[in-house]
C-alpha cells in the first residue's frame, strides 16, 4: 500500500475514532440510579362545579382508605394485579413476562403502585361536572361498586356501578385483552327530571420521578404522546418546567382528530388512549407543592336528556413496550403508536433496522444470531460501494510501481509530484478517498444499532450463548478474574475496574480488528505505524463496556470486511502477506532504536 492509500485509511480510521470517543464521552454508561424517597401524599383528580376542565385538589387523599378499599383482581397471560374499587382506579399491575433481574428470584416488574407505596403510579377515568354540583359525579375518592363478574381477565369484563342519589347512574365496564389494552366503558343514564351535561376525561398520576430512571442523554423518559400526528416527548425536569396552568405546572394542547398521551419509561409505558377521529385536549401537568406529574386527555362535554343515556369508550396500555404488540395496536387503530419506543434522530435507520434484527431473531430463535445475521445483510446492502472502494485501494496497489518512478523524477519539487500524482489518478480513473467510504459508512449504521439495542426491550436480557446472557449489557467476563477461572468476582459493570479488566468478546474485538491491519503492510510513516499499532487495542478498551450485543456486531463486521477485503484483493492480483505484515510488526517492535547523530 503507497503513502496515498496508507494517509487515507489513516484519515479514515482516525476519524472513526474521533466519533467513538466523543460519543463515548458525550453518552457514558448511565449510572445506577439512586433509591426513590417515599411518596407521602398523594393529589388526584377532583373537578370543580363550575368549570369544565378537571384539576388536582389542594387536599390530600388517605392512602389508608385507598389501601383498605374492596378491590377487582386482574389476572391474564401478560398482567397479574388489581383495580381498587376507590375511585376505580388502575394502580396495581404486575407482568408476568418480566423480571426485574436475570435471578430466577427475582420479583416480576411491576407497572402500577397504589398511593401510599414508594413510587405510586396510577391511572383514573372519570367525568367532569359542568352545571352540576361536584358531588354529582364519581371522584378520586368514590367507592364503587362490583355489579357484575369477579375477576377481570380476556373475555371476562367486569361491570363497576355508582348512583349519585340524584337521578344519574354511572356505570364503568372494563375489559382487557391478551396483552396490555384495557378498555374502559363510561355509560351514564339520567333518571331525573332535567338535562346533565358532564364530560369524559382520563388521568394517569405519577408520585415523583421513577426509582430507576436513567437520566442518560440517548434515551427519553418521561412524558410521550401524539396530537393529530406529532409526536410529543417531554423530560420530568422539562415538565416541572412549564408555564403555570390550572394551580399547577403545565401545558394543554387541542386535537382534532387523534392521539394519546401518558408516561414512558425505557421498558414500560401507561398510556391514554381516549377516542380516535374526535377531538380531545392533552394535559401535561406538574403540582410542586405535591411533586405529582400528570397526563390528562379531556373530552368534549355530552349533555344527557332526562330518561337517555350517554356512552363513551377510552383505552388505557399499561404494560411492556413490545415491539410487536405495540406495532399491532397501532394497526388496529390507535396511529403512530410505534413511535411511543424511542427510536431517535436516526429513526430512518434505527425503525428498519429493529424490523429486521426482529425478523431475524424470531427466524433463529436466538437475538446474538440474529444480530450476526444483521450485520451480513447490512454488509450485503452497501456491498457494492464496498466493492467499488475496495477495488480503488486495490487499483492503488497497482500503481505502487508508477508512483515510485514519479517520485524518483519529482524528487525535492513537492508541487510538481502532487500535480503529476493528480494526473495519474486522473488518468487511471483511481479515486484515492475511497477507501474511507467503508468506515464513514459504519458510522451511522454503530450509532443507530447502539439505540436499537439500548432502547429496545428484546435486548433486555436476551440471552446468546455461555456467559452471554443479557445482550443489552457489557461482556461480564473478565480478565480480572481468568474470566471465571479465578474463585473472586468479576468487577462490577460500569466501573473503571471493569473497563481495564475488560473480558472476552472486547479482546476478540481487538484481534479482529488488528487482522484485518495486516492485510497490508504498515505505513512507512513512522507515527502512522504507531499510531495504527495502537488503535485496536484502544478500540478494544474503549467499547468494552458497550453492550456486549453491539461488540458482537461490530467483531462481525471486522471478519466479513476481512474477508471482502482480503478476496477482492487476491482478485487484483495481490495476495495479502498476512504473516509477513505480522512479522514485520514484531521485528519493527523488537528492533532497538537508532542513536542520536549516527547511521
Excluded at 381498587?84 to 396495581?92: I, K, N, P, Q
Excluded at 437475538?367 to 464496498?386: E, H, N, R, S
Amino acid at each position: 500500500m503507497d503513502d496515498n492509500n496508507n494517509r487515507n485509511l489513516f484519515l479514515a480510521t482516525a476519524l472513526s475514532f474521533v466519533v467513538i470517543l466523543v460519543w463515548f464521552i458525550l453518552f457514558p454508561p448511565p449510572e445506577a440510579p439512586a433509591p426513590a424517597e417515599p411518596a407521602a401524599v398523594e393529589t388526584t383528580m377532583q373537578a370543580p362545579a363550575t368549570t369544565a376542565s378537571p384539576e388536582a385538589t389542594a387536599a390530600a387523599d388517605s392512602a389508608s382508605a385507598v389501601a383498605a378499599a374492596p378491590r377487582v383482581k386482574v389476572d391474564s397471560a401478560a398482567l397479574t394485579g388489581s383495580i381498587s374499587l376507590m375511585g376505580a382506579r388502575f394502580d396495581d399491575l404486575s407482568l408476568k413476562g418480566y423480571k426485574v433481574t436475570q435471578d430466577p428470584g427475582s420479583d416480576i416488574v411491576r407497572v402500577l403502585t397504589p398511593a401510599g407505596e414508594a413510587g405510586a403510579y396510577y391511572a383514573l377515568h372519570g367525568w367532569i361536572p359542568a352545571g352540576l354540583p361536584a358531588d354529582a359525579v364519581p371522584g378520586a375518592m368514590t367507592e364503587w361498586q362490583l355489579v357484575k363478574g369477579d375477576t377481570l381477565s380476556p373475555g371476562k369484563p367486569v361491570t363497576l356501578e355508582w348512583q349519585n342519589g340524584q337521578g344519574l347512574t354511572f356505570s364503568r365496564e372494563i375489559a382487557v385483552d391478551e396483552k396490555y389494552l384495557f378498555t374502559v366503558t363510561d355509560t351514564v343514564t339520567n333518571t331525573g327530571t332535567t338535562a346533565a351535561s358532564l364530560a369524559p376525561y382520563a388521568q394517569v398520576a405519577r408520585h415523583g420521578t421513577p426509582a430507576d430512571l436513567q437520566n442518560f442523554f440517548v434515551l427519553h423518559e418521561g412524558v410521550v404522546g401524539r396530537t393529530d400526528g406529532k409526536l410529543v416527548e417531554i423530560d420530568y425536569d422539562d415538565v416541572a418546567g412549564l408555564p403555570a396552568l390550572e394551580g399547577a405546572q403545565g401545558e394543554k394542547t387541542d386535537a382534532a382528530t387523534d392521539g394519546w398521551i401518558g408516561f414512558t419509561d425505557k421498558y414500560w409505558m401507561a398510556t391514554l388512549v381516549p377516542p380516535q377521529g374526535q377531538p380531545f385536549s392533552a394535559v401535561t401537568k406538574y403540582i410542586p407543592g405535591a411533586d405529582i406529574y400528570q397526563t390528562e386527555t379531556r373530552q368534549a362535554v355530552l349533555t344527557v336528556a332526562p330518561g337517555a343515556s350517554a356512552a363513551v369508550t377510552q383505552q388505557l396500555f399499561a404494560g411492556a413496550k413490545e415491539w410487536e404488540t405495540i406495532r399491532g395496536y397501532q394497526t388496529a387503530g390507535i396511529p403512530g403508536f410505534l413511535d411511543s419506543i424511542d427510536w431517535g434522530w436516526f429513526f430512518f435507520l434505527t425503525k428498519p433496522i429493529f424490523a429486521v434484527l426482529h425478523w431475524l431473531n424470531k427466524l433463529i430463535g436466538n437475538m446474538g444470531l440474529a444480530i450476526i445475521g444483521l450485520t451480513f445483510v447490512l454488509k450485503l446492502i452497501v456491498l457494492p460501494l464496498a466493492y467499488k472502494s475496495y477495488v480503488s485501494m486495490a487499483r492503488m496497489k497497482e500503481l505502487q510501481p508508477e508512483m515510485e518512478a514519479l517520485k524518483e523524477r519529482a524528487g525535492d519539487d513537492k508541487a510538481k509530484l502532487q500535480k503529476e500524482i493528480m494526473q495519474l489518478y486522473k488518468e487511471k480513473k483511481v479515486n484515492p478517498a475511497a477507501g474511507c467510504l467503508p468506515i464513514l459508512i459504519q458510522i451511522p449504521i454503530f450509532f443507530s444499532l447502539y439505540k436499537v439495542i439500548f432502547v429496545t426491550l428484546e435486548l433486555r436480557h436476551a440471552p446468546f450463548f455461555g456467559w452471554l446472557q443479557d445482550l443489552s449489557a457489557p461482556d461480564p467476563s473478565s480478565i480480572f478474574n481468568l474470566f471465571g477461572a479465578l474463585p473472586w468476582a468479576a468487577p462490577t459493570p460500569g466501573t473503571l475496574m471493569a473497563t481495564i479488566f475488560i473480558g472476552v468478546l472486547p479482546i476478540l474485538l481487538g484481534i479482529s480488528m488488528w487482522l484485518q491491519q495486516k492485510l497490508n503492510p504498515a505505513p512507512a510513516d513512522a507515527a502512522q505505524a504507531a499510531i495504527f499499532a495502537w488503535m485496536p487495542w484502544v478500540f478494544m478498551f474503549m467499547l468494552g463496556s458497550f453492550a456486549s450485543g453491539l461488540v458482537v456486531y461490530w467483531i462481525t463486521n471486522n471478519v466479513i470486511t476481512f474477508v471482502q477485503q482480503y478476496t477482492i484483493m487476491r482478485s487484483h492480483g495481490h495476495k495479502p502477506d498476512i504473516f509477513g505484515n505480522i512479522r514485520a510488526g514484531f521485528k519493527r517492535k523488537a528492533a532497538a532504536p537508532p542513536v542520536k547523530g549516527k547511521k
